[in-house]
C-alpha cells in the first residue's frame, strides 16, 4: 500500500491467493484458496511471486490444482480500496458478529479495535479491506482460513457491486473501455480479448452457481519440525 512504499517497502508475499475456475459446461464457478503457509518445492507459497516470478507461482498452483492457470489478475492495497470505491462501495453478506482488538494500523507501527455485526454492510474500499485483512477476531474468526473465506464474500459482492448506479462502470457498455480504466490501477496478464471474453461471460452471471472453497487441515499434511 501506499503507506508502505512512503516507509520503503516495495516488495511484498502474495499473502492472499485465489484461484478462479469457471465451468461453462455445469453453470459453476468456484473460489479457491490455498494457505499462505503451504510449503511447495522448498518454499512457503506465499513466497515464490516475490523471489521467483509469476511464473513459478503459477506452475506451483497447477501442480496442485491440476488445472491450467490463463492469467492472474494482481491487486495491493492501493488498489483494492480503488476498485471497491469505483464500484460504490461493495455489499458483504457477514456471517457472523466478531471484534479484532488487535488489528495493524496502515503504517504496522500499531494496532486498533475493528468491528463487524452479522448481516449485510456495504463496505466501502477502507471497510472491506479491513474486513479482508483481519485474522484476529473474535467468535471464531481468528485465523487465515476465516478471513480466506470473508474475502470470498468480498469478491461475490463485487459482482453485484460491479454494474450498481454508483459505480463508475455503470454507464459503460464496452470491454475495451472498461479494461483501459482497471489496467490503469490494476495489474493483470489477461489481454483486451479475455476482457471481451469476460464481459459477455458477466452478463450471464446470474445463470452460474457460485460456490466457495478454503482448502484446511482436512487436506494438509503437517510433517511436523
Known sequence: CQERRSNGQFSFNTDV???LSVNPTTNKALLTSIPRDLWINGNKLNALYTVYGYETLEDAFEQMSGQEIKGYVRVDFDSFRWLVDSMGGVPVNIKRT????????????GVTTV??????????GER??????SRKGTNGE???????????????????????????FWAVENAPEIYNIITQNVETSLTLEDAAYLWDFYKDKDAYTVESFV???????????
Do not use: C, W
Request: aromatic content about 14%.
Open 142 to 168: 481468528g485465523s487465515d482460513l476465516m478471513r480466506a473465506k470473508r474475502q470470498h464474500l468480498i469478491l461475490q459482492g463485487m459482482t453485484e457491486a460491479f454494474k450498481q448506479p454508483e459505480s463508475i
Open 215 to 225: 482448502v484446511d487441515d482436512t487436506y494438509l499434511y503437517h510433517p511436523g519440525m
Open 98 to 109: 466478531f471484534t479484532d482488538y488487535s488489528f495493524p494500523d496502515n503504517y504496522d507501527t
Open 115 to 124: 468491528s463487524f455485526t452479522q448481516g449485510y454492510e456495504k463496505m466501502d
Open 17 to 19: 491467493m485465489i484461484l
Open 128 to 133: 472491506a479491506l479491513t474486513f479482508a485483512r
